[in-house]
């Protein structure tokens, strides 16, 4: 094989992962740390009222602030593909009897795929993500950790015992109770 022909192989993408496994529904990550991660509803401010708005804002802040430890939100936005649900209609217009129920399922077929046409359609998922980090799995300085984004993980993941799990997991679990009560008071199901 000549040098132009030979392939680099890079480090695995598990190894820039930095979660080792999932044990009760935590995440447990490659350096001891814990994390729950809670699916959120969400709530569109321009339907409100303005007084309503005010207030969801103000609940908001009391709910950002109201925390010891730092929360990740996240949001997933992705394209919806509605064309098993425009199949589907299609297979109902076919077995339709009805003919007034078959014109009108025709006519919201085409005005799905017009509306389609015009504008995407997007799914969006809000989470948050609820950590915690033992003490002692903080060994690394701040240097340390910025400079660990640019390498691949080459430790092997601190193992945690069955009894230092259900302290850190108590301890997890009141955060995230937390977390779900000051989401509730914003109107937000967790």
Same mark, same amino acid.
């Given at each position: 094989?000549?040098?132009?022909?030979?392939?680099?192989?890079?480090?695995?993408?598990?190894?820039?992962?930095?979660?080792?496994?999932?044990?009760?529904?935590?995440?447990?990550?490659?350096?001891?740390?814990?994390?729950?991660?809670?699916?959120?509803?969400?709530?569109?401010?321009?339907?409100?009222?303005?007084?309503?708005?005010?207030?969801?804002?103000?609940?908001?802040?009391?709910?950002?602030?109201?925390?010891?430890?730092?929360?990740? @939100?996240?949001?997933?936005? =992705?394209?919806?593909?509605? +064309? /098993?649900?425009?199949?589907?209609? %299609?297979?109902?217009?076919?077995? !339709?009897?009805?003919?007034?129920?078959?014109?009108?399922?025709?006519?919201?077929?085409?005005?799905?795929?017009?509306?389609?046409?015009?504008?995407?359609?997007?799914?969006?998922?809000?989470?948050?993500?609820?950590?915690?980090?033992?003490?002692?799995?903080?060994?690394?300085?701040?240097?340390?950790? @910025?400079?660990?984004?640019? =390498?691949?993980?080459?430790? +092997? /993941?601190?193992?945690?015992?069955? %009894?230092?799990?259900?302290?850190? !997991?108590?301890?997890?679990?009141?955060?995230?109770?937390?977390?779900?009560?000051?989401?509730?008071?914003?109107?937000?199901?967790?």
């Amino acid at each position: 094989m000549t040098d132009a022909t030979k392939t680099i192989k890079g480090p695995a993408t598990q190894e820039f992962v930095d979660i080792d496994k999932i044990r009760d529904g935590i995440v447990i990550l490659k350096n001891g740390g814990l994390r729950m991660v809670l699916l959120c509803g969400s709530r569109n401010l321009e339907l409100e009222s303005i007084d309503s708005q005010s207030a969801i804002i103000g609940a908001y802040a009391d709910f950002i602030n109201s925390f010891e430890w730092p929360l990740q @939100i996240l949001i997933h936005s =992705r394209k919806l593909d509605i +064309k /098993p649900y425009l199949a589907s209609l %299609e297979e109902r217009l076919k077995v !339709q009897e009805n003919e007034l129920l078959k014109i009108q399922t025709a006519e919201y077929i085409d005005f799905m795929k017009s509306f389609v046409t015009l504008s995407e359609i997007m799914v969006k998922r809000f989470y948050v993500v609820v950590p915690f980090d033992p003490i002692e799995s903080s060994k690394e300085g701040p240097l340390d950790k @910025i400079s660990s984004l640019f =390498r691949p993980m080459s430790k +092997k /993941p601190e193992e945690i015992d069955d %009894e230092k799990f259900r302290g850190y !997991q108590t301890q997890l679990l009141q955060r995230t109770e937390h977390t779900i009560l000051t989401l509730a008071h914003v109107g937000i199901r967790s």
